[in-house]
């Protein structure tokens, strides 16, 4: 996964692009098991769809897509600028159905 700053998710979702963006803390013990679920899906969905933020350094992001935990997944699926929202990372299976049925259509 690919670290991504504010300012290129925007441009993503400006332009249309399907996107996941894995959201973390990083002394989170539940992040770090998510994150290699996360690893493991990506190689199986098309390079540069799923990235990654600290949500440290994203507080205008938290506050306007209304990001209550982590880990999280935000999922632009092109055509709304409101992401769908995972907050359960219950498998790997799980994980990859969900980032597909929003960006992979």
Not at 43 to 55: A, K, R, S, V, Y
Not at 64 to 92: C, K, T, W
């Amino acid at each position: 996964m690919k670290p991504i700053t504010t300012k290129m998710l925007m441009r993503g979702v400006w332009e249309g692009m399907p996107q996941a963006v894995f959201i973390y803390t990083p002394l989170c013990g539940t992040c770090a098991a998510a994150r290699r679920m996360l690893e493991i899906a990506e190689h199986l969905l098309p390079e540069g769809i799923l990235t990654e933020m600290n949500i440290h350094d994203i507080p205008e992001l938290v506050q306007q897509f209304q990001i209550s935990s982590v880990p999280a997944v935000m999922l632009f699926d092109g055509e709304h600028d409101v992401p769908r929202m995972v907050y359960r990372m219950n498998s790997v299976e799980h994980l990859l159905g969900e980032i597909r049925k929003a960006v992979l259509k």
